[in-house]
T-cell receptor, first 111, second 115 residues
């Protein structure tokens, strides 16, 4: 499985756009890039998934360059409730249920 | 749709005891995975059940065992508890048998404290 590297922590003010970059140099052809969000004492929650280029949903956008060796999760106009740990994962087709989490990025949003 | 439900939410056990945690998957899901999350760490994969059999296993000792029932619900058993087993235990369900990746849904977890 491809190893991911992401910043340990980030700080932001409410209303700003937050971009969290993840490095996954050894990503395989059939791997998907997936992001989860976790609040304290809760299970992780799926945010977004992509294979290449750009994916957008009601929560976030995911930017993936052509070489797919990195990806950027973009959270528009964050609020205090976006304070959480964000995990970047690389998941291969057929191994969907086995997720390899790193330590994630702890995002702190303040007023 | 109730999503993934886990019980109990909190549990305190003594070293050497045994514990059983339970998980009901999201409706329509057939695969259950268990994760252990220590404080400040990301979840670590314990094992996965599909069609009532353990299909994948992470780097956990045999003290950790599980079961999946015909209704897809699952149990995680831990024998001879150690202080280091104190953690948040998460259950995730998903749907296999598809060519494309399907997201995993996590429960709220069971907080196990070993004293």
């Amino acid at each position: 499985l491809a190893k991911t590297t992401q910043p340990i922590s980030m700080d932001s003010y409410e209303g700003q756009e937050v971009n969290i970059t993840c490095s996954h140099n050894n990503i395989a052809t059939n791997d998907y890039i997936t992001w989860y969000q976790q609040f304290p004492s809760q299970g992780p929650r799926f945010i977004i998934q992509g294979y290449k280029t750009k994916v957008t949903n009601e929560v976030a956008s995911l930017f993936i360059p052509a070489d797919r060796k990195s990806s950027t999760l973009s959270l528009p106009r964050v609020s205090l409730s976006d304070t959480a740990v964000y995990y970047c994962l690389v998941v291969g087709t057929g191994t969907a249920s086995k997720l390899t989490f790193g330590t994630g990025t702890r995002l702190q949003v303040t007023l | 749709d109730a999503g993934v439900t886990q019980s109990p939410t909190h549990l305190i056990k003594t070293r050497g005891q045994q514990v059983t945690l339970r998980c009901s998957p999201k409706s329509g899901h057939d695969t259950v995975s268990w994760y252990q999350q220590a404080l400040g760490q990301g979840p670590q994969f314990i094992f996965q059940y599909y069609e009532e059999e353990e299909r994948q296993r992470g780097n956990f000792p045999d003290r950790f065992s599980g079961h999946q029932f015909p209704n897809y619900s699952s149990e995680l058993n831990v024998n001879a508890l150690l202080l280091g087993d104190s953690a948040l235990y998460l259950c995730a369900s998903s749907l296999e048998g598809q060519t494309a990746y399907t997201e995993a849904f996590f429960g709220q977890g069971t907080r196990l404290t070993v004293v």
